[in-house]
């Protein structure tokens, strides 16, 4: 069996990154996994836009920004799975409730049924990377591992 989530599907919608779960990471409070993910693609490069992103009301306004905006790090692809992987462990780690409920789904596939991205979700085609429900299923086998 295959389990899709999306922020927009009500069962599995904690699972996005647009779920407002406030995370402590790097000696910091961020409003979310999203405000985390974002400013570090622009630290480096944008501090200024960078902290307006770790301001952003909700997750979603902290994504929006992100992606009026280009100037990030030349080596962002090559760290960004890495750097999400790191908040969204955090995240499941700090609420017991969002733990159990990655581990109420077995081993079950997870897919991110995002239609527009081919990276972190499967796509219109269903044939992407689906980057983010691999980060789910490993931060899962951690968390299993560990209990």
């Not at 799975?81 to 017991?96: G, H, I, M, Q, R």
Request: avoid cysteine.
């Amino acid at each position: 069996m295959v389990i899709r989530f999306l922020s927009t599907i009500e069962q599995w919608k904690d699972f996005s990154n647009l779920a407002p779960y406030p995370i402590e990471l790097d000696g910091e409070t961020w409003k979310s996994s999203e405000h985390y993910y974002q400013f570090k693609k622009f630290e480096t490069t944008d501090l200024d836009y960078a902290n307006k992103i770790k301001n952003a009301k909700s997750p979603r306004e902290a994504k929006k920004l992100s992606m009026q905006n280009d100037n990030f790090s030349s080596y962002w692809n090559d760290i960004k799975v890495d750097v999400l992987t790191t908040a969204v462990k955090k995240k499941f780690e700090s609420y017991p409730v969002l733990e159990d409920l990655l581990l109420s789904t077995g081993y079950e596939e997870l897919i991110e049924a995002n239609p527009d991205d081919y990276f972190w979700g499967e796509g219109e085609h269903k044939t992407g990377k689906n980057m983010m429900g691999k980060i789910l299923m490993e931060v899962r086998d951690y968390l299993r591992a560990k209990n």
